[in-house]
């Protein structure tokens, strides 16, 4: 069984930065792909970022240039480093694992509990 557990969110002022971190847990299992999503209140869940095991990265156009989002393989952790953040940035972040899992290597996909954002002054 593979966990995931997000850390890193808290308050902060319009302008400051915070970094979001992912991290898996389990045994025998493997990512393909990690991705950040987000819920605004009253708001439809959306993608934020997500990148490959590749290294290959896709960012919705309202934070390019904004925020990086990063892996660390060996540690099975996803980063995500949001600068010049907004008001409208305030939601509640969770990261999706998309990989492998067991000894049949079986696709899965979990997620994490969230963590939440909330930009104000």
């Known amino acids: 069984q593979v966990q995931l557990v997000e850390s890193g969110g808290g308050l902060v002022q319009p302008g400051q930065s915070l970094r979001l971190s992912c991290a898996a847990s389990g045994s025998s299992f493997s990512i393909n792909v990690m991705t950040w999503y987000r819920q605004a209140p009253g708001k439809q869940r959306e993608l934020v970022a997500s990148i490959a095991s590749g290294g290959s990265t896709i960012y919705a156009d309202s934070v390019k240039g904004r925020f990086t989002i990063s892996r660390d393989n060996a540690k099975n952790t996803v980063y995500l480093q949001m600068n010049s953040l907004k008001a409208e940035d305030t939601a509640v972040y969770s990261c999706?694992?998309?990989?492998?899992?067991?000894?049949?290597?079986?696709?899965?996909?979990?997620w994490g509990q969230g963590t939440l954002v909330t930009v104000s002054s």
């Open positions: 999706k694992m998309f990989g492998r899992s067991g000894p049949e290597q079986r696709y899965l996909e979990v």
